[in-house]
């Protein structure tokens, strides 16, 4: 053979197999709009996506990449967020109002996201004005590939589970409520995947996941199936020591999958969702169901736990990382000695809820997040001035009255830094990073120290993007910023969220790059001072 007939033939095996090694496409088109459905038993206005509330479920498996063309028929601008998907170097994906201009009315926008090193259970919502108390909300799970092993047996079925609290007031006059200058009142009830009852159907004798997220707006919520054994085995990405529960706590935002055995005499059983923390509780049923059951559910509902937020403390210590364990990739969770760094800077972030010009807002360091008419992330694209600066909040707490502005936290692209959640109120809080995953390390009472170090987890600390910060305690978290981006970093909770309990963490690199980060998408929309620029 000669040799430029042998070098035809290796380009053509080199190019057979690149495109064959490429990641799979999914291709979806999902039509945003208003609809009626009675979730608490009174017919309501709610956001359906393709014709249903909840969402459309979002089954990916890992790397796949997603294109899907979302249509906005409401009669407001309108984004989709994707809840603990990190978005590699493609935060223009990221649906949030720093990062994307909301899609109008009768118009659409096509997101282009990988599910890049990633697996686990997470969730879909709208960004956009109060649009998540109507729905628009849906499951996002991310499944293993064939080929990376799981530290448990395939389970037998798999039950995604969206809880949370629900307003029968529309989101309309739930914003109107928040503009106004007062706080939301308390919730009218609890769903489960959208309704107060649903039943999940097993066989005896087998093992099954049940994947739970909280997609309310502001209430922790205790979730438990009566007389059986839950095992957790994965929040947020992370696989973790698999301890067995009576029941868990989920905050806000946050996501997790057990394994439940139907190892018990042929009947119905109760699931069971309530609220914690607050004067009044909320709860909610559900049936698990084995198919040879004749008998329906029977006995007082299973109670929550007596105690209240040491409990609930304690129990958060007990998940730690799994660091044998492989993740999405054929290596063990616990490769990266997070543990082994000391981070060169702290941030220490300090909520609040003050009045500013007589009205209720939140703040994160005396600063109350105000939206501009440019998204940030375009801003920072076309050098565009008077959008938001780099000096806009400072990164410990000072004296100062609380005012509004636009804040943003300048950092470098591979810094390893350290965060501290300071909550000074009686309230619980919960806080999400975009982009990111982050460990875990300490949960502590009181004013955080440079001492309470002493006390960080440095072995086996739990990743994962959203975590919770106790009232009048702290939490610290660990983040290597590996992922170049304009990032949001929030209260999970939506109407703090809504009144300025929010921030932008700008991870930059001055050297442009497509290894650093993708360019600028070319069906990108663009408003307010962008509007009219070319990508």
Same mark, same amino acid.
């Given at each position: 053979?000669?040799?430029?007939?042998?070098?035809?033939?290796l380009?053509?095996?080199?190019?057979?197999?690149?495109?064959?090694?490429?990641?799979?496409?999914?291709?979806? /088109?999902?039509?945003?709009?208003?609809?009626?459905?009675?979730?608490?038993?009174?017919?309501?206005?709610?956001?359906?996506?393709?014709?249903?509330?909840?969402?459309p479920?979002?089954? +990916?498996?890992?790397?796949?990449?997603?294109?899907?063309?979302?249509?906005?028929? +409401?009669?407001?601008?309108?984004?989709?967020?994707w809840?603990?998907?990190?978005?590699?170097?493609?935060?223009?994906? =990221?649906?949030?109002?720093?990062?994307?201009?909301?899609?109008?009315?009768?118009?659409?926008y /096509?997101?282009?996201?990988?599910?890049?090193?990633?697996?686990?259970?997470?969730?879909?919502?709208?960004?956009?004005?109060?649009?998540?108390?109507?729905?628009?909300?849906?499951?996002?799970?991310?499944?293993?590939?064939?080929?990376?092993?799981?530290?448990?047996?395939?389970?037998?079925?798999?039950?995604?589970?969206?809880?949370?609290?629900?307003?029968?007031?529309?989101?309309?006059a739930?914003?109107?409520?928040?503009?106004?200058?007062? @706080?939301?009142? %308390?919730?009218?009830?609890?769903?489960?995947?959208?309704?107060?009852?649903?039943?999940?159907?097993?066989?005896?004798?087998?093992?099954?996941?049940?994947?739970?997220?909280?997609?309310?707006?502001?209430?922790?919520?205790?979730?438990?199936?009566?007389?059986?054994?839950?095992?957790?085995?994965?929040v947020?990405?992370?696989?973790?020591?698999?301890?067995?529960?009576?029941? %868990? =706590?989920?905050?806000? $935002?946050?996501?997790?999958?057990?394994?439940?055995?139907?190892?018990?005499?042929?009947?119905?059983?109760?699931?069971?969702?309530?609220?914690?923390?607050?004067?009044?509780?909320?709860?909610?049923?559900?049936?698990?169901?084995y198919?040879?059951?004749?008998?329906?559910?029977?006995?007082?509902?299973?109670?929550?736990?007596?105690?209240? %937020?040491?409990?609930?403390?304690?129990?958060?210590?007990?998940?730690?990382?799994?660091?044998?364990?492989?993740?999405?990739?054929?290596?063990?969770?616990? @490769?990266?000695?997070?543990?082994?760094?000391?981070?060169?800077? /702290?941030?220490?972030?300090?909520?609040?809820?003050?009045?500013?010009?007589?009205?209720?807002? &939140?703040?994160?360091?005396?600063?109350? &997040?105000?939206?501009?008419?440019?998204?940030?992330?375009?801003?920072?694209?076309?050098?565009?001035?008077?959008?938001?600066?780099?000096?806009?909040?400072?990164?410990?707490?000072?004296?100062?009255?609380?005012?509004?502005?636009?804040?943003? +936290?300048?950092?470098?692209?591979?810094?390893?830094?350290?965060?501290?959640?300071?909550?000074?109120? =009686?309230t619980?809080?919960?806080?999400?990073?975009?982009?990111?995953?982050?460990?875990?390390?300490?949960?502590?009472?009181?004013?955080w120290?440079?001492?309470? *170090?002493?006390?960080?987890?440095?072995?086996d600390?739990?990743? *994962?993007?959203?975590?919770?910060?106790?009232?009048?305690?702290?939490?610290?978290?660990?983040?290597?910023?590996?992922?170049?981006?304009?990032?949001?970093?929030?209260?999970?909770?939506?109407?703090?969220? &809504?009144?300025?309990?929010?921030? &932008?963490?700008?991870?930059?690199n001055?050297?442009?790059? +497509?290894?650093?980060?993708?360019?600028?998408?070319?069906?990108?929309?663009?408003? $307010?001072?962008?509007?009219?620029?070319?990508?």
């Amino acid at each position: 053979m000669g040799k430029l007939a042998l070098l035809h033939m290796l380009c053509g095996i080199l190019i057979f197999w690149t495109v064959k090694a490429e990641d799979a496409y999914r291709y979806f /088109t999902w039509t945003a709009t208003y609809g009626i459905a009675s979730p608490l038993g009174t017919p309501q206005q709610v956001i359906l996506i393709n014709g249903q509330f909840p969402g459309p479920r979002l089954d +990916l498996v890992t790397n796949e990449n997603v294109v899907l063309n979302l249509i906005n028929k +409401l009669d407001e601008p309108l984004l989709l967020t994707w809840n603990g998907i990190k978005q590699r170097k493609n935060s223009w994906q =990221d649906g949030v109002l720093g990062t994307n201009c909301p899609i109008p009315p009768n118009a659409n926008y /096509t997101y282009k996201f990988q599910a890049k090193d990633q697996i686990g259970s997470y969730t879909y919502f709208p960004s956009t004005q109060l649009h998540r108390a109507a729905g628009g909300f849906g499951v996002l799970n991310v499944y293993a590939r064939s080929v990376i092993p799981v530290p448990y047996a395939k389970p037998a079925g798999d039950f995604s589970l969206l809880i949370g609290d629900w307003y029968q007031t529309s989101h309309k006059a739930l914003r109107q409520i928040l503009d106004s200058g007062k @706080s939301l009142p %308390f919730p009218d009830g609890l769903l489960i995947n959208g309704q107060k009852q649903s039943t999940f159907t097993g066989d005896q004798g087998k093992t099954y996941m049940f994947r739970i997220s909280n997609v309310g707006l502001k209430t922790t919520i205790n979730f438990r199936i009566q007389a059986h054994k839950m095992k957790l085995v994965e929040v947020e990405g992370s696989h973790v020591i698999q301890n067995l529960y009576d029941s %868990f =706590d989920v905050h806000v $935002g946050q996501a997790l999958s057990i394994l439940v055995t139907l190892d018990q005499p042929p009947k119905d059983y109760y699931l069971v969702a309530s609220t914690r923390f607050t004067t009044t509780v909320l709860t909610t049923t559900s049936v698990l169901h084995y198919s040879n059951s004749q008998t329906p559910v029977s006995g007082p509902v299973p109670a929550g736990p007596a105690d209240q %937020f040491q409990w609930s403390l304690m129990q958060a210590r007990t998940i730690r990382w799994n660091l044998t364990a492989n993740a999405a990739r054929p290596n063990p969770q616990g @490769s990266f000695h997070y543990g082994k760094i000391t981070p060169p800077r /702290t941030i220490l972030l300090a909520n609040s809820a003050p009045l500013i010009s007589g009205k209720q807002r &939140y703040a994160v360091n005396g600063i109350s &997040y105000i939206n501009p008419d440019t998204p940030l992330k375009l801003a920072d694209h076309f050098n565009i001035p008077g959008v938001f600066s780099l000096d806009s909040i400072r990164t410990a707490p000072a004296a100062g009255s609380p005012h509004l502005a636009t804040a943003v +936290l300048p950092s470098s692209l591979h810094e390893f830094i350290e965060i501290v959640f300071q909550n000074n109120e =009686d309230t619980m809080q919960s806080w999400h990073l975009d982009g990111y995953d982050f460990w875990v390390v300490g949960f502590g009472s009181g004013t955080w120290t440079q001492d309470s *170090r002493k006390g960080y987890n440095l072995v086996d600390a739990l990743t *994962r993007h959203t975590t919770q910060v106790y009232p009048k305690s702290w939490t610290a978290i660990f983040v290597s910023l590996d992922n170049q981006g304009m990032w949001n970093l929030r209260s999970a909770m939506w109407d703090r969220q &809504y009144l300025g309990q929010q921030v &932008y963490l700008r991870v930059y690199n001055p050297t442009a790059s +497509l290894a650093n980060e993708y360019g600028i998408p070319t069906n990108v929309l663009l408003c $307010g001072k962008a509007a009219g620029r070319r990508p």
